[in-house]
């Protein structure tokens, strides 16, 4: 029984593997590497735990090397792709970069009028 389930994992980890090798074949570089710039913008979002959920994930070093490799890939991609495109990404970057700010900031304590 356990062999078969070895066997079951295994055939379903080279059939991902196979969707995973198809897709990139089809992928352009442009394409890939605005997959990665989505990918480390959620991870910044992430580490910088903002939220109940990512709270315990904080790690604004983390964040911060997140939102570099953002900001580095922004122009290295610009020149494949589309000017609306890029701009939402430069807005997200800059999104990125002053909710990077505002999480190194203390908590304001609220005041009673």
Do not use: N
């Amino acid at each position: 029984m356990e062999e078969e389930v070895t066997r079951d994992l295994q055939a379903e980890e080279a059939e991902m593997l196979a969707r995973f090798q198809e897709e990139l074949r089809r992928m352009t570089v442009s394409e890939h590497l605005i997959t990665m710039m989505q990918s480390v913008a959620a991870l910044a979002v992430r580490k910088m735990g903002m939220t109940a959920e990512t709270s315990s994930e904080r790690d604004m070093d983390q964040a911060k090397l997140a939102i570099e490799a953002f900001r580095v890939l922004v122009p290295v991609v610009e020149s494949s792709r589309p000017a609306v495109e890029m701009q939402a990404h430069k807005s997200m970057l800059a999104e990125l970069q002053m909710a990077y700010v505002g999480a190194l900031q203390p908590p304001q304590e609220a005041t009673a009028d």
